[in-house]
């Protein structure tokens, strides 16, 4: 598999994860009565908020979607279909945001942010498995090793190739202090009570 | 006296037996400085005996082995240890009846050139974690916890090598995804690092060079670009 692909199937995983673990958090209090964590969900929503907008959206679009656009049409619906996605992704964590602060101040807003966190991961998910059931496999078969130079030194370097910053380092922090903070078993921090 | 190695570890048609069980049959494998290398293959290929016998560990063995080109090849465990190689095992291997403090200290040395930076205070830093359980024994951490610590007390060895064997074994993703971060962290660091783990996508994207085990041969092996890409790979993985 080319590093490029790695690459964004890792970044997947990274962002499956949080999500998995967000879900996770949202079944406890609502299943087991546990205690809401706010600081603990609102460093994941930053997570979620501003990884994909900031470090996996713009590569996507800019460079995988693009390339593939030019070398064939297989897959252009798919793509259409992903980048209305990416054009959403704004408005769907606004309505998540938006939800925990509701559930913050109001502890029976609780089912309306269960609903709004169920509906971001299956989003999210879905928009993954897009990409790695339909639109990966035609990039294997059509992208030339010229393609593949191109996506691969995009998605292989530290920084974020089109604001050029050391994202990558911070993202690392930030989801360092998720998994420390999370609880046992999905994360190293304490068990909750 | 080390003499001057392009390489940090050279090893050269290294033979290993269990028994009259003949396991290894002449694998070549080369870490230079600072370079992360993956070691692939599926299970009982050999992966973990290969790296027992870099170690020392495995006594019936053959071939030629060296760290900054001296000669190991019949060094003693603890012999190695003290070249700058330090290990990760599957299993962590953190001392049950010691806390984490304990633990990490117990462990602590500066590296073969000096080098003193990874203070227990770094450590602790790098894994918040251990600071909440200090006291804790090795026995009463979760898995992830006990990861953490043993990826920790490797590096106040302050290695030239760390070999990670499996380091994220039964853990939960969140936990999974962080392990990959420090090894990233490691392999920017400098130090050189020799990875063994089942998601083999992940050890391509983080190695610079890769090696694949089967039955005892090395059966493909090069930059870890040119492994991913090998049309034979998937079938050598059974995946």
């Known amino acids: 598999m080319q590093r490029g692909l790695t690459i964004i199937k890792d970044e997947h995983r990274a962002l499956a994860a949080v999500l998995r673990g967000f879900q996770y958090l949202v079944q406890q209090i ?13 460093s994941m929503l930053t997570y979620i908020e501003t990884f994909p907008d900031k ?14 656009r030019e070398r064939t049409s297989e897959v252009d619906a798919t793509l259409d279909l992903l980048e209305e996605e990416h054009r959403q992704e704004p408005e769907w964590l606004g309505r998540l945001r938006t939800s925990l602060e509701l559930y913050e101040r109001d502890a029976g807003a ?68 998720i998994v420390n903070l999370m609880p046992a078993p999905m994360g190293l921090g304490p068990e909750q009570q | 006296m080390a003499t001057q190695s392009e390489y940090l570890l050279e090893a050269e048609g290294i033979h290993a037996w269990y028994g009259s069980s003949h396991v290894l049959h002449g694998i070549d494998l080369r870490i230079a400085r600072g370079q992360t290398v993956g070691l692939l293959g599926r299970n009982g290929m050999g992966k973990s005996t290969l790296i027992r016998t870099l170690l020392g560990h495995v006594t019936q063995r053959d071939g030629h082995i060296a760290f900054f080109g001296r000669d190991c090849s019949r060094s003693k465990p603890h012999q190695v240890a003290r070249m700058g190689v ?9 001392f049950p009846n010691l806390t984490v403090r304990e633990n990490l200290l117990m462990s602590a040395r500066p590296g073969t050139d000096g080098r003193a930076d990874w203070t227990y205070e770094r450590v602790l830093d790098r894994f918040p974690r251990l600071t909440e359980r200090l006291t804790n024994l090795g026995n009463q951490l979760s898995g992830g916890e006990q990861q953490m610590l043993s990826i920790g007390r490797a590096l106040m ?54 090696l ?28």
């Open chain 1, 30 to 42: 609502g299943n087991s009565g546990k205690a809401p964590d706010f600081p603990l969900m609102k």
């Open chain 1, 55 to 68: 470090l996996h959206h713009p590569k996507e679009d800019e460079y995988l979607y693009r390339i593939m």
């Open chain 2, 212 to 239: 694949v085990l089967q039955k005892g041969l090395s059966e493909l092996a090069g930059p870890a670009a040119d492994v991913a890409n090998d049309p034979s790979l998937t079938g050598l993985l059974g995946v």
């Open chain 1, 110 to 177: 609780f089912d309306g942010f269960a609903d709004a966190v169920e509906f971001y991961v299956a989003s999210h998910f879905s928009h993954m498995n897009k990409e790695e059931d339909v639109v990966m496999p035609v990039a294997e078969k059509v992208l030339t090793a010229e393609d593949w130079q191109t996506i691969d030194a995009a998605f292989g370097s530290n920084q974020d190739p089109l604001v050029g910053t050391g994202t990558q380092k911070e993202f690392r922090e930030l989801f360092r202090r």
């Open chain 2, 86 to 94: 330090a290990y990760v095992p599957e299993g962590r291997g953190v």
């Open chain 2, 157 to 210: 060895t302050h290695p030239d090598l760390i070999i990670l064997d499996e380091a994220t074994e039964g853990l939960a993703p969140l936990i999974v995804t962080e392990i990959w971060n420090v090894i990233a962290d490691i392999r920017e660091s400098g130090i050189a690092t020799l990875i063994v783990d089942r998601d083999f996508r992940r050890v391509l994207a983080h190695s610079d060079h890769a």
